[in-house]
């Protein structure tokens, strides 16, 4: 059982920039793919990227392309989430989940294991 912890949420202008963090409770972290999704209010929880269990690939949605960056510590047991350039459309409440088959990493029920969220608000 991997008990995975979200933290770094918060409410922030548009344009400006957040970290999120993700922590695994698993000493075996590295034997699984992280992945990132957030679920916007009225709307179905979206994939937004992911990292390879080494970290040496990442692959991400066209929505944040360019502006999130996901990056993994083996060593720390944490996958983070950096956000750039954060605009009112990327408020939404933001999960780290573990997955081993990275060919489903863009569907939900790839993932085995997941936060309890956290939320992101970017004001115009």
């Known amino acids: 059982q991997v008990q995975l912890v979200e933290s770094g949420g918060g409410l922030v202008q548009a344009g400006d920039s957040l970290r999120l963090s993700c922590t695994a409770s698993?000493?075996?972290?590295?034997?699984?793919?992280m992945g990132w999704f957030r679920q916007a209010p009225g709307k179905e929880r979206d994939f937004v990227g992911a990292?390879?269990?080494?970290?040496?690939?990442?692959t991400y949605a066209d929505s944040v392309k360019g502006r999130f960056t996901i990056s993994r510590d083996n060593a720390k047991n944490t996958v983070s989430l950096q956000m750039n350039r954060l605009k009112p459309q990327d408020t939404a409440v933001y999960y780290c989940?573990?997955?081993?088959?990275?060919?489903?990493?863009?569907?939900?029920?790839?993932?085995?294991?997941w936060g309890q969220g956290t939320q992101v608000t970017v004001s115009s």
């Open positions: 990292i390879t269990w080494s970290g040496a690939y990442t």
């Open positions: 698993e000493r075996t972290f590295s034997r699984y793919l």
């Open positions: 989940a573990a997955a081993t088959e990275w060919a489903n990493r863009v569907r939900e029920s790839a993932y085995n294991y």
